[in-house]
């Protein structure tokens, strides 16, 4: 009986403490909540209609890089601004390990339907299977759906987490187009810093009319 009451007390504490650090969507909007960013996953993504892509150098090399440079050139690739903070915390080395276990054969793609195929249960669905870490508070993830070299345009989901549980609190689908690039990674940085810019300049206000009040 002793030891059913110390379970049901340790049980209640743990939900409790979940409880009491709870992230809401709210928290996103406030500027003194710090949000870490964990880079972008390229777990789900497809290449499509891109032949002369090079499936093994991407996995090998290009994720990595196309990851590195946003922080590398944080000034120009502006997640920070992006998410009203002025510091934005990172740690790749979790979407580095998922990246780079992604089998090479599977990424590309000839169906103009792959750009479009992913819904909210499928980010969950990848949140919930993803490594945090001992990180706390919300995390920012971008889970890159789609590089369409026909559309010219790059499909991502902009995804913010509550860390403790794995719950998604705020995910959306957004796109941006390609631009001049001579290199593989810069082509693709084109679309992503795209996004970036649309979310500083409109879609993170339009957020927060709608979930922060």
Known sequence: MRKQILLLTTAFLVIASLS???QSVKDIFDPSKPIFYYGLDFTKVKIINDAEANANDIVDRQFDGLNDLMVSEAKKYDIAG???RT???SDLGFV???NR???PDDIKSSNSADYDRLKEADIQTLVSGFDFGDHKGIGLLIVVESLSKSKKAAAMWWTFVDI???K??????LEGKTGMAFSW?????VPIKDVIDDVKKKKFNEWKSRYGS
């Open 82 to 84: 992006a998410v009203k």
């Open 20 to 22: 009491l650090n709870a």
């Open 164 to 166: 403790a549980t794995k």
């Open 96 to 98: 580095s390990k998922r």
């Open 168 to 173: 998604v609190l705020l995910t959306q689908r």
């Open 87 to 89: 510091d934005l915390p």
């Open 185 to 189: 990674r810069n082509y693709w940085a």
């Open 101 to 103: 276990a992604v089998k």
